[in-house]
């Protein structure tokens, strides 16, 4: 079967393996081998499931393993023989890097042109992009047409995502010609439960530039939901809306879905900071990072602000353990979250916020006389509110009135009293607190009433 697409649709495909990895191929061979053209590759693999960007600098090494061919190894991310039109007579030791300042052309040692744009990061150079025309084209191109195929094999079934992971062979007639229409014209040949494979041919302007022999992608079935919000991030959300919270169910069937879905939400720092956990942390961690963000686009947007991609918003945590969130041109929101067990909740507030969640189970009398004071436990009755409910409602109550105050329970949960309950409202001191319940578990919200 057949399938035209236009190259505009690559916005709409998340980062893959292949498409983060085939400008690094084709820039670190070029570097290494100034003069030459490159014509093609061969056997190009990614060494994992998912997408992951080479870190600016990472170790690229080109060895040659022939007349006309070198084999590219980037790190731990991926490998692939690069065809060069012609003979190579010369390589050139070490990766190319930028050298100057920013702000402008600097020279980039073993690239041939002298001055080329320069990309900067904020540990110093990372390796050059060639100027248009060059590599960094032919690399763009190609990654345009994996992604057009993957998303032609979505195409086919619903709930399903396409992640590109090898291609047999890429045959180039030169970068992408400037100017005129970029299509790519896609065809799969062979479909399983678990990959899709196929071809695809690159023209712009009408003229064919590029073919890929041998493309094959995972597929990975997810929900609606998710799909929609990994192809429109900016629109859909993970966590669901409720009166002055979200909250986020674990939606991901593996860590696999949960890494790709992160992927959209997380900046650098944050990937970092989840890399470095335990897989279990991790999975509470994303749980909380995710409802999170979703809850300040919320706030946002409800109060006229444009909906923002869910990376668009950076989180920190303040000295004292509070997160604290923000987006470019407004000022830092208070953020508070929790999560138990397979649930994350989140509330967000321009002053003040607080949140807990636990599940409504039974306790024994040693945690109530450590939790609760005499006068919270004779207030059950005239509330009608069942045993269990109440010590874990007015637990969730002192939790997220703690956390909206910045000082945590400290280990006297009976210094924050209940002083008066209204149906669902609670108050502490100055701050009421509404709860709510979500299946199994209850939520209570420090919140204006």
């Not at 070198?70 to 060069?84: K, M, N, P, Q, S």
């Not at 045959?171 to 899709?196: K, M, Y």
């Not at 509110?385 to 007015?394: C, I, K, Q």
């Amino acid at each position: 079967m057949a399938h035209t697409v236009d190259r505009a649709v690559r916005g709409d495909a998340p980062d893959a393996p292949l498409t983060l990895l085939v400008g690094p191929f084709l820039a670190a061979a070029h570097a290494a081998l100034p003069g030459t053209q490159v014509a093609g590759l061969r056997h190009v693999r990614a060494f994992r499931w998912l997408a992951a960007e080479p870190p600016p600098g990472a170790p690229a090494t080109v060895e040659r393993v022939g007349p006309d061919r070198v084999e590219v190894t980037v790190g731990g991310y991926g490998r692939a023989l690069v065809l060069l039109a012609g003979r190579a007579d010369r390589l050139v030791a070490g990766p190319a890097h930028c050298q100057g300042a920013p702000g402008g052309p600097v020279q980039c040692r073993g690239a041939p042109g002298g001055s080329v744009p320069c990309r900067w990061a904020p540990g110093g150079p990372v390796p050059c992009h060639e100027a248009p025309g060059g590599p960094a084209a032919a690399a763009a191109g190609v990654e345009d047409g994996l992604a057009a195929f993957g998303l032609a094999v979505e195409r086919e079934a619903d709930g399903v995502v396409a992640l590109p992971v090898r291609v047999g062979a890429v045959d180039l007639s030169g970068a992408p010609p400037p100017g005129g229409r970029r299509r790519a014209r896609v065809r799969i040949t062979a479909t399983t439960a678990a990959e899709a494979r196929g071809e695809v041919d690159l023209t712009a302007g009408g003229r064919r530039w590029a073919t890929l022999r041998g493309v094959v992608v995972r597929r990975l079935v997810v929900g609606t939901a998710f799909r929609q919000a990994l192809r429109d991030p900016a629109r859909h959300l993970l966590a669901e809306a409720r009166d002055g919270y979200t909250v986020l169910r674990d939606p991901w069937a593996s860590s696999v879905e949960r890494d790709l879905a992160l992927r959209g939400y997380l900046v650098d720092a944050e990937r970092l900071a989840y890399r470095g956990l335990t897989p279990r942390a991790q999975r509470s961690w994303a749980l909380g990072r995710v409802a999170a963000k979703d809850a300040v686009r919320l706030w946002l947007a409800a109060r006229g602000e444009p909906r923002l991609a869910p990376h668009a918003v950076r989180m920190w945590n303040e000295p004292n353990g509070r997160p604290r969130a923000a987006v470019d041109g407004a000022p830092p929101l208070h953020v508070s979250l929790a999560h138990r067990g397979d649930i994350a909740v989140a509330a967000v507030g321009e002053d003040v916020a607080g949140i807990d969640v636990e599940r409504i189970e039974p306790r024994d009398r040693s945690f109530v006389s450590v939790a609760l004071t005499t006068a919270e436990v004779d207030l059950r009755p005239a509330t009608g509110w069942p045993p269990d409910e109440w010590v874990t409602r007015l637990w969730t109550v002192k939790e997220a009135v703690a956390k909206a105050r910045g000082t945590g329970l400290g280990g006297r949960p009976r210094a924050f009293v209940v002083g008066e309950v209204d149906g669902d409202w609670a108050r502490i001191g100055d701050h009421w607190v509404h709860t709510a319940r979500e299946g199994d578990v209850l939520v209570s919200t420090v919140r204006a009433r």
